[in-house]
């Protein structure tokens, strides 16, 4: 059985209630396509499964809210160059570590990011590039992998758990900045339910989760705007549902705006949402503001527009 006090790699699923109901093997093979059905059999035979903590067998039903971990033993890992992927840090401290992440790079293992990810390169970086294994990186919000910007990893467990809870409770600011088909309002404040559908999209509903997004006009030209958008809430593809409903779609994004942005040469191929700001209280008490400039694909486009 694997040794739950030793860093290992680690993939956390949260159960959304949609998905609550099927046997946890079955909805594992549904959401982490690339491992084998001998891989879960040997996962659940040697304990690696685990929902709120505890071992589960696999006939386990998954239930809304679960947070299944699966620890994977070293012999999952493959060879891959961790190194490759970018890392910019923009702050450092005992407690947490700030990153400056580009928009291709995704946050966690899940996918075909199963190894090119935020999270493994941070522990690439400290256990092998630094020789500090008693860092543990944890995540403690996510941005989607097109979207670049500000995210905050935690250093250690209880830092992850005060963290994560600032997000949870909505005690963090945070500010986007979007380059959207349109032209808004000079300011404008987007309220409506977003709820999300089996097929993993999220749309405008009143049977949705309370949402609200506020946004200024920060400049135009030829038919595109650049927003500075802030969240009150963090539902999952808010900033993209909300302004797509205004109208004014974010740049290049596939799934609720232009699809034939990807084949124009004007954009580059990413959506163009860039966390630029976000506020915190760091675990000492002093309240701390991180910012990363607008990339250079984002940049590129603004200024080619103007």
């Not at 685990?50 to 809210?65: C, E, L, N, P, T």
């Not at 032209?183 to 089996?198: A, F, K």
Request: one cysteine or more; a neutral charge.
């Amino acid at each position: 059985m694997t040794d739950f006090s030793r860093p290992v790699e680690e993939i956390t699923l949260d159960v959304p209630p949609e998905h609550a109901g099927p046997r946890i093997d079955s909805y594992l093979a549904r959401r982490m396509k690339w491992r084998s059905r001998g891989h879960f059999i040997a996962l659940f035979e040697d304990g690696d499964v685990r929902v709120g903590g505890r071992v589960v067998k696999k006939s386990y039903q998954v239930r809304a809210g679960d947070r299944i971990s699966i620890r994977l033993p070293e012999s999952y890992r493959e060879q891959f160059d961790y190194a490759s992927v970018p890392l910019s840090i923009l702050h450092e401290d005992d407690d947490l570590v700030v990153v400056n992440k580009d928009g291709a790079t995704a946050v966690q293992p899940t996918g075909r990011y199963i190894h090119d990810n935020l999270l493994y390169r941070l522990r690439y970086h400290y256990r092998d590039e630094l020789g500090m294994p008693e860092v543990e990186p944890a995540i403690v919000h996510r941005l989607d992998r097109e979207t670049s910007g500000v995210i905050v990893f935690a250093k250690r467990p209880d830092v992850a758990t005060t963290l994560a809870r600032q997000f949870a409770e909505r005690r963090t600011r945070k500010e986007y900045l979007a380059v959207v088909h349109g032209s808004p309002d000079d300011s404008g404040r987007v309220e409506v339910p977003l709820l999300s559908t089996p097929d993993r999209h999220v749309i405008v509903d009143p049977a949705g989760r309370s949402a609200l997004t506020e946004y200024t006009c920060e400049q135009r030209a030829r038919g595109l705007s650049l927003l500075a958008v802030r969240i009150h809430t963090g539902r999952q593809h808010q900033i993209r549902v909300h302004l797509a409903h205004i109208g004014c779609p974010i740049v290049c994004d596939d799934l609720y705006g232009v699809a034939a942005d990807r084949s124009d040469e004007r954009f580059p191929g990413r959506q163009l949402l860039h966390a630029r700001r976000l506020t915190l209280r760091h675990p000492d008490g002093r309240e701390l503001t991180f910012e990363a400039p607008p990339p250079a694909d984002m940049a590129t486009v603004i200024d080619a527009a103007g």
